[in-house]
Protein backbone atom coordinates (compact mmCIF):
# COMPACT_ATOMS: atom_id res chain seq x y z
CA UNK A 1 0.00 0.00 0.00
CA UNK A 2 1.10 3.62 -0.96
CA UNK A 3 2.52 5.70 2.07
CA UNK A 4 3.28 9.11 2.56
CA UNK A 5 5.26 10.45 6.01
CA UNK A 6 6.14 13.66 6.36
CA UNK A 7 7.92 14.15 9.36
CA UNK A 8 7.43 18.16 10.08
CA UNK A 9 4.08 19.29 11.48
CA UNK A 10 5.65 22.73 11.20
CA UNK A 11 8.45 24.50 10.50
CA UNK A 12 9.57 28.11 10.92
CA UNK A 13 12.07 30.11 7.89
CA UNK A 14 13.38 33.43 8.13
CA UNK A 15 12.13 35.34 4.80
CA UNK A 16 14.90 35.31 2.15
CA UNK A 17 16.41 32.04 3.10
CA UNK A 18 16.01 28.90 2.01
CA UNK A 19 13.72 25.39 3.75
CA UNK A 20 13.37 22.21 3.39
CA UNK A 21 10.21 20.15 3.95
CA UNK A 22 10.62 16.48 4.16
CA UNK A 23 8.59 13.55 2.50
CA UNK A 24 9.15 10.17 2.38
CA UNK A 25 7.01 7.91 0.47
CA UNK A 26 6.61 3.91 0.48
CA UNK A 27 5.76 1.69 -2.76
CA UNK A 28 7.05 -1.14 -4.21
CA UNK A 29 5.94 -0.18 -8.16
CA UNK A 30 8.84 1.74 -10.31
CA UNK A 31 6.57 3.88 -12.06
CA UNK A 32 5.24 6.71 -9.73
CA UNK A 33 4.91 10.38 -9.39
CA UNK A 34 5.53 12.51 -6.97
CA UNK A 35 3.94 16.02 -6.43
CA UNK A 36 3.64 18.92 -3.65
CA UNK A 37 0.24 21.21 -2.82
CA UNK A 38 0.31 24.16 -1.08
CA UNK A 39 -3.13 25.13 0.44
CA UNK A 40 -2.14 28.87 1.94
CA UNK A 41 -4.97 30.31 4.74
CA UNK A 42 -7.17 30.45 1.75
CA UNK A 43 -7.89 27.18 1.70
CA UNK A 44 -6.91 26.36 -2.44
CA UNK A 45 -4.84 23.68 -2.97
CA UNK A 46 -2.21 24.47 -5.76
CA UNK A 47 -0.33 22.45 -7.31
CA UNK A 48 3.63 23.44 -6.97
CA UNK A 49 5.70 20.84 -8.45
CA UNK A 50 5.94 17.18 -10.08
CA UNK A 51 8.66 15.00 -10.20
CA UNK A 52 8.00 11.19 -12.16
CA UNK A 53 9.99 8.05 -10.66
CA UNK A 54 12.48 7.96 -14.16
CA UNK A 55 13.43 11.41 -14.11
CA UNK A 56 16.89 11.41 -13.98
CA UNK A 57 16.94 15.68 -13.05
CA UNK A 58 15.76 17.04 -9.88
CA UNK A 59 12.25 19.30 -10.75
CA UNK A 60 12.23 22.80 -10.57
CA UNK A 61 10.06 25.60 -10.97
CA UNK A 62 11.27 28.78 -10.13
CA UNK A 63 12.00 28.92 -6.38
CA UNK A 64 10.57 25.49 -5.98
CA UNK A 65 12.83 22.74 -6.83
CA UNK A 66 12.32 18.91 -5.34
CA UNK A 67 15.32 16.56 -3.83
CA UNK A 68 14.13 13.53 -5.19
CA UNK A 69 16.66 10.44 -3.95
CA UNK A 70 14.87 7.62 -5.37
CA UNK A 71 16.78 4.80 -3.18
CA UNK A 72 15.93 6.21 -0.15
CA UNK A 73 12.15 6.97 -1.05
CA UNK A 74 12.36 10.80 -0.11
CA UNK A 75 11.25 13.97 -2.27
CA UNK A 76 11.86 16.68 -0.11
CA UNK A 77 10.50 20.50 -1.05
CA UNK A 78 13.41 23.10 -1.16
CA UNK A 79 12.04 26.57 -1.58
CA UNK A 80 14.73 29.07 -2.28
CA UNK A 81 14.14 32.64 -0.65
CA UNK A 82 11.71 32.77 1.31
CA UNK A 83 8.82 35.13 1.26
CA UNK A 84 5.93 36.15 3.50
CA UNK A 85 3.47 34.76 1.30
CA UNK A 86 4.94 31.13 1.26
CA UNK A 87 3.17 30.68 5.13
CA UNK A 88 0.89 27.75 4.01
CA UNK A 89 0.08 24.30 4.20
CA UNK A 90 2.71 21.97 2.43
CA UNK A 91 1.23 18.76 0.97
CA UNK A 92 3.76 15.79 -0.76
CA UNK A 93 1.97 13.39 -2.64
CA UNK A 94 2.07 10.18 -4.62
CA UNK A 95 0.23 8.68 -7.86
CA UNK A 96 0.62 5.58 -8.69
CA UNK A 97 -1.52 4.99 -11.81
CA UNK A 98 -4.84 3.09 -11.64
CA UNK A 99 -4.28 3.91 -7.81
CA UNK A 100 -5.45 7.40 -6.76
CA UNK A 101 -3.11 10.29 -5.48
CA UNK A 102 -2.37 9.69 -1.91
CA UNK A 103 -1.23 12.77 0.88
CA UNK A 104 1.13 13.26 3.29
CA UNK A 105 -0.12 14.44 6.89
CA UNK A 106 0.91 18.18 5.96
CA UNK A 107 3.92 20.57 6.90
CA UNK A 108 2.80 23.98 7.80
CA UNK A 109 5.59 26.71 7.49
CA UNK A 110 5.62 29.52 8.85
CA UNK A 111 7.87 32.81 7.03
CA UNK A 112 9.19 35.12 9.69
CA UNK A 113 9.94 38.65 8.72
CA UNK B 1 -12.34 30.96 -17.19
CA UNK B 2 -11.88 28.61 -13.86
CA UNK B 3 -10.23 25.37 -14.08
CA UNK B 4 -12.16 23.34 -11.54
CA UNK B 5 -15.44 25.36 -9.98
CA UNK B 6 -17.36 23.56 -7.25
CA UNK B 7 -20.89 25.38 -5.92
CA UNK B 8 -21.59 26.67 -3.21
CA UNK B 9 -18.71 27.11 -1.22
CA UNK B 10 -20.24 27.80 1.94
CA UNK B 11 -23.16 25.50 3.40
CA UNK B 12 -24.56 24.86 6.51
CA UNK B 13 -27.47 22.76 7.29
CA UNK B 14 -29.10 20.57 9.96
CA UNK B 15 -28.53 16.88 10.41
CA UNK B 16 -31.04 14.76 8.68
CA UNK B 17 -30.99 17.27 5.67
CA UNK B 18 -29.63 15.83 2.36
CA UNK B 19 -27.37 18.29 0.45
CA UNK B 20 -25.62 18.24 -2.86
CA UNK B 21 -22.45 20.39 -3.95
CA UNK B 22 -21.58 20.65 -7.81
CA UNK B 23 -18.43 20.62 -9.71
CA UNK B 24 -17.94 21.43 -13.06
CA UNK B 25 -13.76 21.19 -14.94
CA UNK B 26 -13.21 22.79 -18.03
CA UNK B 27 -9.85 21.04 -18.63
CA UNK B 28 -10.65 18.18 -20.60
CA UNK B 29 -9.88 15.94 -18.05
CA UNK B 30 -10.60 12.13 -18.12
CA UNK B 31 -10.92 11.65 -14.23
CA UNK B 32 -12.87 13.56 -11.74
CA UNK B 33 -12.56 13.02 -7.61
CA UNK B 34 -13.55 13.97 -4.45
CA UNK B 35 -12.04 14.66 -1.27
CA UNK B 36 -12.72 15.43 2.32
CA UNK B 37 -10.60 17.34 4.44
CA UNK B 38 -10.93 17.45 8.00
CA UNK B 39 -9.82 19.47 10.82
CA UNK B 40 -6.36 18.41 11.13
CA UNK B 41 -6.10 19.18 7.45
CA UNK B 42 -5.69 15.05 6.25
CA UNK B 43 -6.96 14.97 3.23
CA UNK B 44 -9.02 11.47 2.44
CA UNK B 45 -9.80 10.52 -1.24
CA UNK B 46 -13.78 9.68 -1.23
CA UNK B 47 -14.17 8.76 -4.85
CA UNK B 48 -12.64 8.81 -8.08
CA UNK B 49 -14.48 8.54 -11.65
CA UNK B 50 -13.63 8.33 -15.41
CA UNK B 51 -16.11 7.34 -18.02
CA UNK B 52 -15.48 3.69 -17.44
CA UNK B 53 -15.21 3.54 -13.79
CA UNK B 54 -16.57 4.19 -10.38
CA UNK B 55 -14.13 3.74 -7.48
CA UNK B 56 -15.12 4.40 -3.96
CA UNK B 57 -13.06 3.97 -1.13
CA UNK B 58 -14.92 1.62 1.12
CA UNK B 59 -14.45 3.92 4.07
CA UNK B 60 -17.11 6.58 2.66
CA UNK B 61 -20.40 6.10 4.28
CA UNK B 62 -23.03 5.34 1.55
CA UNK B 63 -24.99 8.49 2.62
CA UNK B 64 -22.56 10.01 -0.02
CA UNK B 65 -23.12 9.25 -3.83
CA UNK B 66 -21.26 10.95 -6.71
CA UNK B 67 -23.27 11.73 -9.92
CA UNK B 68 -21.78 11.96 -13.21
CA UNK B 69 -23.77 14.11 -15.73
CA UNK B 70 -21.29 14.36 -18.26
CA UNK B 71 -17.65 14.45 -18.39
CA UNK B 72 -16.74 17.69 -16.82
CA UNK B 73 -19.18 17.50 -14.42
CA UNK B 74 -19.33 15.13 -10.88
CA UNK B 75 -21.90 16.41 -8.19
CA UNK B 76 -21.49 15.08 -4.65
CA UNK B 77 -24.84 14.16 -2.59
CA UNK B 78 -25.29 13.64 1.14
CA UNK B 79 -28.03 11.99 2.56
CA UNK B 80 -29.27 12.38 5.85
CA UNK B 81 -26.38 14.65 7.39
CA UNK B 82 -24.27 14.21 10.21
CA UNK B 83 -22.19 16.16 12.43
CA UNK B 84 -19.37 14.30 11.67
CA UNK B 85 -19.94 15.40 7.64
CA UNK B 86 -18.60 19.06 8.78
CA UNK B 87 -15.62 19.09 6.50
CA UNK B 88 -13.85 20.77 3.86
CA UNK B 89 -14.77 18.82 0.27
CA UNK B 90 -12.52 19.02 -2.74
CA UNK B 91 -13.33 18.43 -6.17
CA UNK B 92 -10.32 17.61 -8.24
CA UNK B 93 -9.54 16.58 -11.67
CA UNK B 94 -6.80 15.12 -13.74
CA UNK B 95 -5.45 13.33 -17.02
CA UNK B 96 -5.17 9.21 -16.01
CA UNK B 97 -1.72 9.08 -16.02
CA UNK B 98 0.85 8.80 -12.70
CA UNK B 99 2.58 12.15 -14.01
CA UNK B 100 -0.60 14.20 -14.13
CA UNK B 101 -0.91 16.28 -11.29
CA UNK B 102 -4.72 16.74 -10.05
CA UNK B 103 -5.96 20.24 -10.27
CA UNK B 104 -8.22 21.26 -7.39
CA UNK B 105 -11.63 23.43 -6.90
CA UNK B 106 -11.55 26.00 -4.37
CA UNK B 107 -13.68 24.12 -2.03
CA UNK B 108 -16.95 23.36 -0.24
CA UNK B 109 -16.77 24.07 3.48
CA UNK B 110 -20.23 21.83 4.98
CA UNK B 111 -20.89 22.57 8.17
CA UNK B 112 -23.71 20.37 9.81
CA UNK B 113 -25.40 21.95 12.85
Known amino acids: AQKITQTQPGMFVQEKEAVTLDCTYDTSDQSYGLFWYKQPSSGEMIFLIY??????QNATEGRYSLNFQKARKSANLVISASQLGDSAMYFCAMREVPNDMRFGAGTRLTVKP | DTAVSQTPKYLVTQMGNDKSIKCEQNLGHDTMYWYKQDSKKFLKIMFSYNNKELIINETVPNRFSPKSPDKAHLNLHINSLELGDSAVYFCASSQESERAPQYFGPGTRLTVL
Open chain 1, 51 to 56: QGSYDE
